[in-house]
Protein backbone atom coordinates (compact mmCIF):
# COMPACT_ATOMS: atom_id res chain seq x y z
CA UNK A 1 0.00 0.00 0.00
CA UNK A 2 0.63 3.96 -0.12
CA UNK A 3 3.49 4.68 2.50
CA UNK A 4 5.51 8.52 3.41
CA UNK A 5 8.78 7.92 4.35
CA UNK A 6 9.25 11.17 7.05
CA UNK A 7 12.66 12.22 7.96
CA UNK A 8 14.32 12.83 10.40
CA UNK A 9 12.28 10.65 12.96
CA UNK A 10 13.82 12.61 15.63
CA UNK A 11 15.38 15.97 16.21
CA UNK A 12 17.32 18.14 19.34
CA UNK A 13 17.44 21.71 18.32
CA UNK A 14 18.99 24.60 20.12
CA UNK A 15 16.33 27.74 20.16
CA UNK A 16 17.31 29.95 17.38
CA UNK A 17 18.17 27.15 14.87
CA UNK A 18 16.19 26.50 11.67
CA UNK A 19 14.72 23.48 11.22
CA UNK A 20 14.15 20.81 7.58
CA UNK A 21 12.19 17.77 7.31
CA UNK A 22 11.45 15.48 4.45
CA UNK A 23 8.60 13.06 3.32
CA UNK A 24 9.08 10.43 0.49
CA UNK A 25 6.43 8.20 -1.29
CA UNK A 26 6.87 5.97 -4.03
CA UNK A 27 3.19 7.00 -5.24
CA UNK A 28 1.87 10.59 -6.62
CA UNK A 29 -0.23 12.39 -4.21
CA UNK A 30 -1.98 15.52 -5.62
CA UNK A 31 -2.39 17.00 -2.50
CA UNK A 32 0.48 17.47 0.64
CA UNK A 33 -0.53 18.53 4.20
CA UNK A 34 1.50 19.28 7.35
CA UNK A 35 0.56 18.84 10.62
CA UNK A 36 1.80 19.59 14.34
CA UNK A 37 0.59 17.33 17.03
CA UNK A 38 1.35 18.26 20.66
CA UNK A 39 0.73 15.52 23.86
CA UNK A 40 -2.99 14.01 24.40
CA UNK A 41 -4.32 16.45 21.08
CA UNK A 42 -5.27 16.05 17.41
CA UNK A 43 -2.92 17.25 14.47
CA UNK A 44 -3.38 20.91 13.42
CA UNK A 45 -3.20 22.39 10.04
CA UNK A 46 0.47 24.12 9.72
CA UNK A 47 0.51 24.09 5.66
CA UNK A 48 -1.86 22.82 2.96
CA UNK A 49 0.19 22.69 -0.55
CA UNK A 50 -2.22 21.96 -3.77
CA UNK A 51 0.52 21.90 -7.01
CA UNK A 52 3.50 20.91 -7.91
CA UNK A 53 6.34 22.91 -7.25
CA UNK A 54 4.12 25.42 -5.24
CA UNK A 55 6.26 27.01 -2.12
CA UNK A 56 4.01 28.40 0.89
CA UNK A 57 4.69 30.02 4.14
CA UNK A 58 3.12 30.42 7.31
CA UNK A 59 4.74 32.54 9.80
CA UNK A 60 7.96 31.34 10.26
CA UNK A 61 6.60 27.64 8.50
CA UNK A 62 7.61 27.26 4.48
CA UNK A 63 6.81 23.90 2.53
CA UNK A 64 6.94 22.89 -0.74
CA UNK A 65 5.10 20.28 -2.66
CA UNK A 66 8.02 18.65 -4.84
CA UNK A 67 8.33 18.39 -8.63
CA UNK A 68 7.38 15.02 -9.30
CA UNK A 69 4.33 15.14 -6.81
CA UNK A 70 6.36 12.37 -4.63
CA UNK A 71 7.70 14.84 -1.92
CA UNK A 72 7.33 17.52 0.13
CA UNK A 73 9.70 19.44 2.61
CA UNK A 74 8.93 21.61 5.59
CA UNK A 75 11.41 24.16 7.16
CA UNK A 76 11.05 25.93 10.39
CA UNK A 77 13.05 29.00 10.67
CA UNK A 78 14.34 30.79 14.28
CA UNK A 79 12.76 28.05 15.99
CA UNK A 80 11.41 28.69 19.74
CA UNK A 81 10.03 26.49 22.42
CA UNK A 82 6.68 26.27 21.45
CA UNK A 83 7.71 24.79 18.21
CA UNK A 84 8.32 21.99 20.02
CA UNK A 85 5.72 18.69 18.79
CA UNK A 86 5.33 16.03 16.51
CA UNK A 87 4.97 17.09 12.95
CA UNK A 88 2.85 14.91 10.26
CA UNK A 89 3.37 14.64 7.02
CA UNK A 90 -0.26 13.65 4.69
CA UNK A 91 -0.60 13.24 1.13
CA UNK A 92 -3.66 13.18 -0.42
CA UNK A 93 -4.39 11.41 -3.95
CA UNK A 94 -7.55 13.26 -5.01
CA UNK A 95 -8.56 13.98 -8.67
CA UNK A 96 -10.90 11.45 -9.72
CA UNK A 97 -10.58 8.50 -7.05
CA UNK A 98 -12.84 10.24 -4.66
CA UNK A 99 -10.95 9.03 -1.84
CA UNK A 100 -11.07 10.64 1.43
CA UNK A 101 -8.33 8.94 2.95
CA UNK A 102 -5.21 11.10 3.81
CA UNK A 103 -1.62 8.68 4.42
CA UNK A 104 0.38 10.43 7.57
CA UNK A 105 3.92 10.07 7.80
CA UNK A 106 5.62 8.44 10.96
CA UNK A 107 6.20 11.58 12.31
CA UNK A 108 8.66 13.79 13.24
CA UNK A 109 9.91 14.71 16.91
CA UNK A 110 11.28 18.41 17.55
CA UNK A 111 12.16 19.45 20.54
CA UNK A 112 13.70 22.54 21.31
CA UNK A 113 16.42 23.78 23.81
CA UNK A 114 15.62 27.00 25.56
CA UNK B 1 -15.46 27.47 19.51
CA UNK B 2 -16.14 26.46 16.11
CA UNK B 3 -13.53 23.68 15.45
CA UNK B 4 -14.58 19.61 15.17
CA UNK B 5 -15.28 18.63 18.77
CA UNK B 6 -14.99 14.98 20.17
CA UNK B 7 -16.76 13.33 23.51
CA UNK B 8 -15.67 12.23 25.41
CA UNK B 9 -11.94 12.49 25.60
CA UNK B 10 -10.79 9.53 27.37
CA UNK B 11 -12.61 6.39 27.78
CA UNK B 12 -11.71 2.98 29.97
CA UNK B 13 -13.36 0.15 29.44
CA UNK B 14 -13.26 -4.03 29.83
CA UNK B 15 -11.85 -6.21 27.41
CA UNK B 16 -15.92 -7.21 26.11
CA UNK B 17 -17.35 -3.66 26.71
CA UNK B 18 -19.72 -1.77 23.64
CA UNK B 19 -18.22 1.33 23.39
CA UNK B 20 -19.25 4.79 21.66
CA UNK B 21 -18.34 7.82 21.13
CA UNK B 22 -19.44 11.19 19.36
CA UNK B 23 -17.78 13.61 16.54
CA UNK B 24 -19.70 17.23 16.12
CA UNK B 25 -17.49 18.23 12.77
CA UNK B 26 -17.39 22.32 11.82
CA UNK B 27 -20.71 22.92 10.64
CA UNK B 28 -20.05 23.78 6.85
CA UNK B 29 -18.07 20.58 6.51
CA UNK B 30 -19.85 18.20 4.50
CA UNK B 31 -17.45 15.26 4.85
CA UNK B 32 -16.85 13.80 7.97
CA UNK B 33 -13.84 11.25 8.79
CA UNK B 34 -12.63 8.69 11.55
CA UNK B 35 -8.64 7.83 11.82
CA UNK B 36 -7.29 5.41 14.45
CA UNK B 37 -4.02 6.54 16.20
CA UNK B 38 -1.51 4.32 18.38
CA UNK B 39 1.57 5.29 20.29
CA UNK B 40 4.52 6.49 18.16
CA UNK B 41 2.89 6.19 14.37
CA UNK B 42 1.20 9.00 12.58
CA UNK B 43 -3.23 8.75 12.30
CA UNK B 44 -4.77 5.43 10.06
CA UNK B 45 -8.01 6.09 7.77
CA UNK B 46 -10.87 4.18 9.01
CA UNK B 47 -13.72 5.53 7.06
CA UNK B 48 -15.71 8.88 6.28
CA UNK B 49 -18.61 10.09 5.04
CA UNK B 50 -19.84 12.44 2.82
CA UNK B 51 -23.15 14.13 4.10
CA UNK B 52 -24.75 10.95 5.75
CA UNK B 53 -23.33 8.77 3.05
CA UNK B 54 -21.04 6.75 4.07
CA UNK B 55 -18.29 6.85 0.57
CA UNK B 56 -15.08 4.80 2.10
CA UNK B 57 -14.44 1.99 4.68
CA UNK B 58 -10.29 0.84 5.24
CA UNK B 59 -9.75 -2.62 6.14
CA UNK B 60 -8.91 -1.75 9.72
CA UNK B 61 -12.30 -1.33 9.77
CA UNK B 62 -13.58 -4.29 11.42
CA UNK B 63 -16.91 -5.91 12.27
CA UNK B 64 -17.04 -5.09 15.76
CA UNK B 65 -16.87 -1.39 14.43
CA UNK B 66 -19.50 0.77 13.09
CA UNK B 67 -20.00 4.42 11.88
CA UNK B 68 -23.09 6.37 11.25
CA UNK B 69 -23.57 9.71 10.21
CA UNK B 70 -27.35 10.02 10.39
CA UNK B 71 -28.12 13.21 9.63
CA UNK B 72 -25.24 14.35 8.11
CA UNK B 73 -24.17 16.50 11.25
CA UNK B 74 -22.59 14.63 13.94
CA UNK B 75 -21.49 10.98 13.73
CA UNK B 76 -20.83 8.47 15.91
CA UNK B 77 -18.12 5.75 16.05
CA UNK B 78 -19.37 2.18 18.18
CA UNK B 79 -16.57 -0.59 18.54
CA UNK B 80 -17.88 -3.80 20.10
CA UNK B 81 -16.82 -6.50 22.07
CA UNK B 82 -13.79 -4.49 22.96
CA UNK B 83 -10.31 -5.72 22.61
CA UNK B 84 -6.74 -4.92 24.10
CA UNK B 85 -5.89 -4.20 20.86
CA UNK B 86 -8.43 -1.26 20.19
CA UNK B 87 -6.62 0.70 22.44
CA UNK B 88 -5.38 4.15 20.89
CA UNK B 89 -6.83 7.63 20.51
CA UNK B 90 -9.86 7.93 17.30
CA UNK B 91 -9.61 11.09 15.98
CA UNK B 92 -12.46 12.52 13.85
CA UNK B 93 -11.73 14.80 10.96
CA UNK B 94 -13.88 17.22 8.89
CA UNK B 95 -13.19 18.94 5.45
CA UNK B 96 -15.50 20.85 2.71
CA UNK B 97 -16.38 18.59 -0.41
CA UNK B 98 -15.26 20.35 -2.92
CA UNK B 99 -11.47 21.08 -1.57
CA UNK B 100 -7.88 19.60 -2.65
CA UNK B 101 -7.84 17.63 1.17
CA UNK B 102 -7.32 20.11 4.00
CA UNK B 103 -8.65 17.73 6.64
CA UNK B 104 -9.46 19.08 10.40
CA UNK B 105 -9.08 17.07 13.18
CA UNK B 106 -10.81 17.01 16.66
CA UNK B 107 -9.04 16.23 19.86
CA UNK B 108 -9.66 12.64 19.51
CA UNK B 109 -10.92 10.19 22.18
CA UNK B 110 -8.21 8.31 24.08
CA UNK B 111 -9.97 4.33 24.72
CA UNK B 112 -7.95 2.17 26.83
CA UNK B 113 -9.32 -1.66 26.71
CA UNK B 114 -8.28 -3.33 29.88
Known amino acids: GQQLNQSPQSMFIQEGEDVSMNCTSS?????WLWYKQEPGEGPVLLIALYKAGELTSNGRLTAQFGITRKDSFLNISASIPSDVGIYFCAGHVGGSSNTGKLIFGQGTTLQVKP | DTGVSQDPRHKITKRGQNVTFRCDPISEHNRLYWYRQTLGQGPEFLTY????????KSRLLSDRFSAERPKGSFSTLEIQRTEQGDSAMYLC????????????FGPGTRLTVL
Open chain 2, 49 to 56: FQNEAQLE
Open chain 2, 93 to 104: ASSLVIGTGGQF
Open chain 1, 27 to 31: SIFNT
